[in-house]
């Protein structure tokens, strides 16, 4: 196996921070090619000199011999004193620099300068001790603005969300987060697969959603609701049920997701069956098929444990969180089935017209006879088609008055 190298690089925003002195951090998420997703810190005066150390190591490239030959990206130098307008305008212009950076020659975009640049560092893991009165400040940048790479309309200060630690929680690598009862995180980044990346004051890591609950009320706002016609997807990975509300399903299996909830065990239904699933091992029928090096990767990732499993639960909500049954799940898709199957009969004979006899040449509505009982198993018959005079008088005034336009011309 290769060296690894970056093949995505995402810049989410930046932070202001206050000690030991006012400055600001620029936040990336790196995504290497084990798989391993990366957040890193990096001041702007330090990207820069990042910058002119490639440039002197690639000079044909940096154009210093021939302007013509020049591919490296430029970065405009640093200001003296940085502002939080400064900081923001910058956003747009570093999210393009590193897009250009991974699109550059192997020889560069995967030199052992830049790959050792964008390494986790140790203060990446242990930031600095936070300011005893003010706290740091994220911005962060939304997704579609950093693809269109302009600085006009980056979004403002976001507050991050706010959790509360249920029950204590002990990690089981490096990049988990170990949590108390009752500590307080702030939500970073939520992922399907039902690992938030989290923040508790000075310390950041991965934190299974089921051990959080929001401060307002016991209920998630962000929660999807129930999609009972079904999503198709494929299990790239066997799960054997741990639980009675849980699917046992062998990899390769057609399966249909019907809710998607936010602590990665989606519920999805197999023929009548339905069950929770883990999301990390589904795959969307219209994406990608993976090579084996990273799904043999997945392989060894666990799913997040669920909230059914954690001991000695203590909440600060007097309401339960609402929880939707799989009797509740089979018995909706049964009544949609039998809405499906229903055939569509009006429950009243059409109107039929038929003329007086007593000459005048009225037009007289009528509802034909009830059907014997012999006729009951008879397929409904198609109602004939109505007269022109009869669709004149019932429809309105505008409709008339362009069948009179057209019929004259």
Request: charged share 30%; glycine share 6%; net charge positive.
């Amino acid at each position: 196996m290769g060296e690894t190298y970056i093949r995505h690089m995402e810049l989410l925003g930046f932070e202001r921070r206050f000690f030991p002195s006012q400055h600001y951090v620029y936040m990336f998420l790196v995504k290497w090619s084990d798989l391993k997703e990366k957040l890193i810190y990096r001041k702007y005066p330090d990207i820069y000199t990042f910058h002119k150390s490639l440039k002197e190591m690639f000079p044909i490239e940096a154009g210093d011999i021939d302007s013509k030959d020049r591919i490296i990206p430029h970065l405009p130098a640093p200001k003296w004193f940085a502002t939080q307008r400064t900081t923001e305008t910058r956003q747009g212009t570093l999210a393009g620099y590193c897009q250009a950076l991974l699109s550059l020659p192997p020889k560069i975009s995967r030199c052992q300068l830049l790959l050792s640049f964008f390494q986790v560092q140790p203060e990446d893991e242990t930031p600095p001790a936070p300011h005893p009165f003010k706290k740091n400040e994220t911005y962060l940048m939304s997704k579609d603005n950093s693809r269109s790479n302009t600085s006009a309309e980056i979004t403002g200060p976001i507050i991050l969300e706010s959790y509360r630690a249920i029950g204590d929680y002990s990690k089981g690598t490096k990049y988990e987060l170990s949590l108390h009862t009752g500590d307080t995180v702030e939500v970073v980044e939520k992922s399907p697969n039902g690992w938030w990346f989290c923040q508790c004051e000075s310390r950041r890591g991965w934190v299974p959603a089921s051990y959080l609950e929001p401060l307002e009320g016991p209920d998630e706002t962000e929660e999807p609701e129930p999609n009972y016609e079904g999503e198709l997807y494929i299990t790239i990975k066997a799960y054997t049920a741990a639980q009675e509300d849980e699917l046992t399903l062998a990899e390769g299996e057609t399966i249909e997701v019907i809710h998607k909830l936010l602590d990665g065990w989606w519920v999805v239904r197999k023929g009548e069956e339905t069950g929770h699933y883990p999301s990390m091992f589904l795959r969307g029928t219209g994406e990608k098929r993976m090579p084996d090096s990273e799904r043999n990767a997945i392989r060894r990732e666990t799913p997040p444990p669920r909230r059914s499993t954690i001991r000695n639960t203590q909440s600060i909500h007097s309401q339960r969180r609402q929880r939707i049954t799989q009797d509740t799940y089979r018995r909706r898709r049964y009544l949609q089935q039998r809405s499906q199957r229903r055939p569509l009969v009006a429950t009243q004979p059409p109107l039929q017209e038929k003329r007086s006899n007593n000459g005048n040449g009225d037009l007289v509505t009528s509802r034909p006879a009830p059907a014997s009982q012999e006729s009951g198993n008879r397929l409904p018959s198609v109602p004939p088609r109505p007269s022109h005079e009869l669709i004149m008088e019932r429809c309105t005034e505008i409709t008339r008055k362009k069948a009179s336009f057209r019929s004259a011309s």
